[in-house]
């Protein structure tokens, strides 16, 4: 693991009881107007039986699926936040790191997912091994629902060019205690990094901001990439991003 990762990941557990108080206080305005929407609806729209949460911080997503029938198995590397997760209930949860996954680790109870949800969770420079990985939990036409910043308003003052960079969580006051590193990516980089990952996008989504228009994220959908010869032809994409 590089320093780099190594710093995101420990952040995770430094923060987590600040990370759980704003999510669960509403601090975070995008998720109130319209992110938290964006994921479930795109979630549901799968009509999962079973939903897997990968990065599932302290727990939201799992729950709402929950009480909406669906169950819910949230993993995270964060051995805090999935302690904050078991105690709020709705869902199981493990301590999971992506590269574990990667690794071919068991999620305790697995099995096969309709759905798997990664809400704003990859913030490392290189997750096509991890997504990769992800395949093998996927049910047959399961998709993998990605939300993430999006890459033209979180790029601030920056220039449009993949790179690392870092969050001080500043906005949210001073309950925050370490500043965490993250890998920005262009739009053009996700894509390839799902095609890398032998999936294709089925549909792109900006959820916006209802007064302003501008985006508050980008929500990707994807499912892996047929193999010639072994998989019927997949469920017919919505919007066809594919082959790049
Ligand atoms: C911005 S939070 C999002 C949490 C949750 N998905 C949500 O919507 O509130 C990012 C999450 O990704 C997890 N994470 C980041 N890198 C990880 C890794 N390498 N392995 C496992 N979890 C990781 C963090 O622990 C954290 O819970």
Known sequence: MTRRESALRQSWDANAA??????????????????????????????PRSVLDVGCGEGWLCRSLTARGVSAIGVDGSAELVEEAKRAGGGVFHVLDYA?????????????????????????????AHLRALTGHLSPGGRIVLQTVHPWTARHDQPYRCGWRMETFAAFGSAFRTAMPWYYRTVERWVEEFH?????????????????????SLLLIAQPLPHPGRDADPTP???RIRGV
């Open 237 to 239: 994409p919505d919007h």
């Open 100 to 128: 574990d996954l990667a690794e071919g680790g068991e999620i305790p109870g697995g099995g096969l997912h309709d759905a798997i949800a990664l809400n704003f969770a990859l913030l490392g420079d290189d997750h096509t």
């Open 196 to 216: 890398d990952a032998g999936f294709c996008i089925v549909a792109l989504r900006e959820p916006r901001h209802p007064e302003t228009s501008e985006p508050l």
């Open 18 to 47: 600040a990370w759980t108080s704003a999510v669960r206080s509403g601090q975070i305005e995008s998720r109130a107007l319209g992110t938290d929407r964006a994921i479930l609806e795109a979630v549901l729209e799968t009509n």
